[in-house]
């Protein structure tokens, strides 16, 4: 079975928020954890670029960040991190390696992830993407992680 948990960390802009909720919710990941400096999912901003789908997908707030990530880690979960790293393998490498139960982490816009959380995760991850451009939106970089590492042989949300 998959089961895929999304991690944000201290992403501050509530849209971008909204948006990963309803990549989440459109490509079906089986809840949202985010980090206690996190925009509040249910800011209205937040729950309007939704589409209110904060309502549909099951999140929690967690309390220690990056701390809590070993709590994953104990339950089986390969966490990986959407990072830009010298050493991150491509989405689509890990895709193929087709984990049962995986934890995305993405980061917080500008500074991405922090060297404490990257230290914590199992491994970095990247979107390759053409020279001279380095990353996507948060929000847009979920929607291709999301359908990227879903499980293989699936055409969608399972």
């Not at 249910?42 to 309007?48: A, T």
Request: hydrophobic share 50%; aromatic share 6%.
């Amino acid at each position: 079975m998959f089961f895929a948990v999304e991690c944000l960390q201290h992403i501050a802009t509530t849209t971008n928020v909204g948006a990963v909720f309803r990549s989440a919710a459109a490509l079906d990941i089986d809840a949202v954890l985010i980090s206690p400096r996190c925009g509040d999912p249910l800011y209205r901003r937040s729950v309007r670029v939704s589409m209110g789908t904060v309502f549909q997908v099951p999140w929690a707030r967690l309390e220690s960040w990056p701390q809590d990530l070993s709590l994953l880690k104990d339950a089986g979960f390969t966490v990986a991190a959407l990072e830009l790293t010298v050493d991150a393998v491509d989405v689509d490498s890990l895709a193929a390696r087709n984990p049962d139960r995986l934890a995305l982490v993405l980061g917080t816009e500008g500074a991405g992830i922090s060297a404490e959380t990257l230290a914590a995760v199992d491994l970095a991850v990247k979107i390759p993407m053409r020279t001279g451009v380095d990353s996507l939106n948060v929000a847009a970089a979920s929607a291709v992680a999301f359908w990227e590492l879903r499980p293989r042989g699936s055409q969608g949300p399972r």
